[in-house]
C-alpha cells in the first residue's frame, strides 16, 4: 500500500471520531504551543542582547583602568596595604593608540552635574566626547540636529530622555505615538527646532575657598560649596530608535571633550571614586578604547594588560550570558517537551481505544491482504498526522502567544518612553524543529497501539463484535 | 493440483485446555473445481477454510497452494497469500460499514498495489459483474443481504485470487437470494475457470453446483460424494 493510501486512509479514520481527534491534536497543540513560546522567548532574549551588543559596539570597545584602579580599590589598600599601581596617563594613552588593532583611544571624562532649562531641572551625567566619535554610533546619525564641529565648541547634545525629565517632548516624537502616556502636566510638547539653539545650564558643585575658610572661623561647614554655572547651546537631540541602549550614552548630556575639561568638576561620582581620588594620583580614571574587528580585542586587550592596565571589556560578559541562556533554553524547554509528553500519552490512549473499536475492521482488512506492516502504517500516520497538525497549530499558537507577550509588555514599556521592544524570535529552525518534534514524540507514542493492531489476529478480529 | 491438504491437525489451546478441531484432514483440490464442505455445526469446517485462506495456522499437517506450504509461512507470506493466491467470501459479509461499496472493493485493490488511476474502473467493473452496477455509492447499511454479499464476492475477487473461499455465503440469507448468491458463484467457476472452495449447510444447493461434496465430521472426511448433475 502506498503512503498515498496510507495517508488517505489516516485521515478518514480520524474524520470519522472527529471529535476525539480534535480533542487529542488539541492536547499536542498545546504542548507544542508551550514548547514554541517558551523556547521563543528565550531565543528572543538572547537575540536582543546578542544585537545590542554589537548595536552598541561592544563586541568592539572596552575600557583601561589603571592596575589597583578598581572601584574600591582605595579601602582595599587601607584594609590590604598598598601595592603596585599603574595610572592612566599620556603615556599610556599613547602606548595604547600605538597598538596595533586599536583604531580609537580617548581619556574617560565623566562628571553628574545638574542640567537646567526653562526654569526645570534634572540630574544627569555629562560625558566629554573626542571629536572622532562623530564617526561612529550613536553620534553618526541624527534625526534632529547635528553632532560637534570642533573639541571645545560651546554646545551639547542631549537625550530625549533628559528632555522629557526637563518637562519638554518633542512634537514629532509625540504625533508618532510612541509616548502611550500623555504627557505629564507641565509638559511642553514643542518641535525640535525650538530646542535646537537653546542654551541649557550644566550646573556643578565646586569647593568654594572663602566659604570653606569662613567655616573654619565659624565652625560651620554646612555650605562650602558653590555653583558652577556653564552655558551650552544645543546642537542635536538624540532620541531612541529602537532596542535597548546600554552605556553612558543612552540618556544624559555629551559635549566635546576639550569644552567639558574646562569645566571644573570632580572626578568622581560615587564615594569609592571619591576615595580612589584623595589618593591624589594625576591621571585619568580610565580610557575608552575602540579596536578596528572584534577579532582584535583579544591581542589589544592581551598588550594592554602587558602594558600593567586592567581591561573591562563587556564582551566577556556574553560568553556568561550566553552560558546562561542555556541553562534557561533548556529550563523553558523542558517545561514544553513534559507538555508534549502529556499530549503523548493522551494519543496513545485514544490510539488504544481506537484499536478496540477497530478490531473487527483490522480483520477485515487483514482478510483482504493487509499485512502487518500495512496495518501498522495506517495508526503511524494517523499518529503523525495528529503530530504534524498539533505541530502546526501549535506553532501558530506559540506565535499568537508571542504576539501577545509583545503586545502586553510594550503596553507598559511605551508609556515609559521605552521603544517597542520583541522579546520572542521566532527562528525557521523553530518553527521546523517544533513541528519534527511534535511529529517524532506522536510517533513513539503511535508505536505501541500500531504494534498492537499489526498483531490482532484476524480470526479473533473477525468474530469481534 | 491446485490444492493439496494432507494430515491437516488444529488444536485450540486455552491455558492448559487442548481443544482438538482437525484430526489429520487430507484432499485435494484441481484447478477449475467447485468443491463444497458440509457438516454440521462444530465439525470444523470454518476452521479448515481459516487454515486454507491464510488466516491461521495450522497445529500440524501441510496446506500446498500451488507447490508454497502455508505451515512454513511467515506472517507476511500469509498476507500475500491472502492478497494474491485467495478471496474470502464470508457469511456475515464483513463489509466495512463507513466505507460505498466502491470502496470496500478498492481498500482490496489498495492492499494488492493496483495503481490508484485503475482502481475505480476495476472495482465499477467487478461491481457490475455481480450485478451491482447501480449501487456503487450505497454503504452496506443500504445494501440488501444479498447485495451486500455480492459486494464481499466482488472485494474476493478483486485481486483476481486463484481460489475462491465462500464460508456459508448464504447463511445469512432468504432462499430466493440464496440461489442467486449460489448461481453467481457456479458461474464465476463456469465462465472464469474460478476454483470454489464452498462451507455450506444447504446441502441441496451444494449438489447442485459441487463438483465434489466432502463432509467433515469431529475435525475428519467422512464422505466424499462426487453429484451427477454438479460440475461443469
Not at chain 1, 594588560?305 to 564582551?315: D, I, K, P, S
Request: hydrophobic fraction near 45%.
Amino acid at each position: 500500500m502506498i503512503f498515498g493510501d496510507l495517508f488517505h486512509l489516516a485521515l478518514e479514520n480520524l474524520w470519522r471520531t472527529k471529535l476525539r481527534s480534535v480533542l487529542t491534536t488539541l492536547g499536542v497543540v498545546i504542548g507544542v504551543g508551550m514548547l514554541v513560546s517558551m523556547i521563543s522567548f528565550a531565543t528572543g532574549i538572547q537575540r536582543n542582547v546578542t544585537e545590542s551588543f554589537k548595536a552598541n559596539d561592544l563586541f568592539t570597545t572596552m575600557e583601561v583602568v589603571g592596575r589597583g584602579a578598581e572601584p574600591g580599590s582605595a579601602l582595599s589598600e587601607v584594609v590590604q596595604g598598598s601595592k603596585d599601581e599603574r595610572v592612566i596617563d599620556d603615556a599610556v594613552l599613547d602606548s595604547v593608540r600605538a597598538l596595533p588593532g586599536v583604531e580609537l583611544a580617548y581619556p574617560e571624562v565623566r562628571f553628574p552635574a545638574t542640567v537646567r532649562l526653562g526654569g526645570k531641572e534634572a540630574r544627569t551625567t555629562i560625558q566629554g566626547v573626542p571629536l572622532a566619535l562623530g564617526r561612529y554610533r550613536p553620534f553618526d546619525e541624527f534625526r534632529y540636529g547635528r553632532f560637534f564641529t570642533s573639541e571645545d565648541e560651546r554646545a551639547a547634545v542631549v537625550s530625549e530622555r533628559l528632555l522629557s525629565e526637563l518637562g519638554v517632548r518633542l512634537a514629532d516624537e509625540e504625533a508618532s505615538g510612541k509616548w502611550r502616556r500623555s504627557p505629564p502636566e507641565g509638559t511642553a510638547v514643542v518641535p525640535a527646532d525650538s530646542i535646537l539653539g537653546r542654551d541649557i545650564e550644566i550646573v556643578v558643585p565646586v569647593l568654594d575657598g572663602s566659604r570653606l575658610a569662613q567655616g573654619f572661623l565659624t565652625g560651620r561647614f554646612d555650605a562650602p560649596f558653590r555653583e558652577e554655572v556653564t552655558r551650552l547651546a544645543v546642537v542635536g537631540i538624540r532620541t531612541e530608535q529602537g532596542g535597548f541602549e546600554m552605556g553612558s550614552f543612552a540618556s544624559g548630556v555629551a559635549i566635546p571633550e576639550g569644552t567639558a575639561r574646562s569645566i571644573p568638576h570632580f572626578e568622581f561620582s560615587n564615594v569609592w571614586q571619591a576615595l580612589d581620588a584623595t589618593r591624589g594620583a594625576a591621571g585619568y580614571p580610565a580610557l575608552n578604547v575602540r579596536v578596528r574587528t572584534a577579532d582584535d580585542l583579544g591581542p589589544t586587550r592581551d598588550a594592554v594588560e602587558a602594558m600593567g592596565c586592567n581591561v573591562v571589556a563587556l564582551a566577556d560578559q556574553l560568553e556568561e550570558f550566553k552560558r546562561s541562556f542555556l541553562i534557561i533554553d533548556a529550563l523553558l524547554g523542558a517545561i514544553g517537551v513534559v507538555a508534549l509528553v502529556i499530549a503523548g500519552l493522551g494519543i496513545v490512549n485514544t490510539m488504544v481505544t481506537s484499536i478496540l473499536e477497530r478490531t473487527r475492521e483490522i480483520g477485515v482488512m487483514k482478510a483482504v491482504g493487509g499485512s502487518e506492516g500495512d496495518i501498522m502504517r495506517i495508526f503511524f500516520v494517523e499518529a503523525g498526522a495528529i503530530g504534524a497538525a498539533g505541530g502546526v497549530f501549535g506553532v501558530i499558537l506559540g506565535w499568537s502567544v508571542t504576539r501577545l507577550g509583545n503586545v502586553v509588555v510594550n503596553h507598559y514599556l511605551r508609556p515609559e518612553g521605552f521603544p517597542p521592544e520583541d522579546l520572542f524570535d521566532m527562528p525557521p529552525w523553530l518553527v521546523a524543529g517544533a513541528i519534527g518534534f511534535s511529529i517524532v514524540v506522536t510517533l513513539i507514542a503511535g508505536s505501541y497501539p500500531a504494534l498492537r493492531a499489526a498483531r490482532v489476529d484476524p480470526v479473533t478480529a473477525l468474530r469481534h463484535e | 493440483m491446485l490444492l493439496c491438504i494432507t494430515d491437516l491437525r488444529k488444536t485450540y489451546t486455552r491455558g492448559t485446555v487442548h481443544v482438538p478441531v482437525l484430526h489429520g484432514v487430507t484432499f485435494d483440490v484441481a484447478d477449475g473445481e467447485y468443491i463444497s464442505i458440509v457438516g454440521r455445526s462444530g465439525s470444523g469446517k470454518s476452521t479448515l477454510l481459516n487454515l486454507i485462506g491464510g488466516l491461521d495456522t495450522p497445529t500440524g499437517g501441510n496446506i500446498l497452494v500451488g507447490g508454497s506450504d502455508l505451515a512454513r509461512m511467515t506472517r507476511q507470506g500469509l498476507a500475500l497469500h491472502r492478497r494474491h493466491t485467495v478471496g474470502i467470501v464470508f457469511q456475515s459479509w464483513n463489509l466495512l460499514p463507513s466505507r460505498t461499496a466502491i470502496e470496500n472493493v478498492t481498500i482490496a485493490l489498495a492492499f494488492g498495489n493496483v495503481p490508484r488511476r485503475d482502481r475505480g474502473r476495476r472495482a465499477a467493473e467487478l461491481l457490475s459483474s455481480v450485478g451491482l452496477e447501480h449501487r456503487l455509492s450505497h454503504r452496506p447499511a443500504e445494501l440488501s443481504g444479498g447485495e451486500a454479499q455480492r459486494v464481499a464476492i466482488a472485494r474476493a475477487l478483486a485481486n483476481r485470487p486463484r481460489v475462491l473461499l465462500a464460508d456459508e455465503p448464504t447463511g445469512n440469507l432468504d432462499s430466493a437470494t440464496s440461489d442467486g448468491i449460489i448461481e453467481l458463484l457456479r458461474r464465476l467457476n463456469r465462465e472464469q475457470g474460478l476454483t470454489v472452495v464452498m462451507i455450506t449447510h444447504d446441502e441441496p444447493a451444494a449438489r447442485e453446483v459441487s463438483t465434489r461434496m466432502l463432509r467433515l465430521h469431529d475435525g475428519r472426511i467422512v464422505d466424499e460424494i462426487r453429484p451427477a448433475q454438479g460440475g461443469s
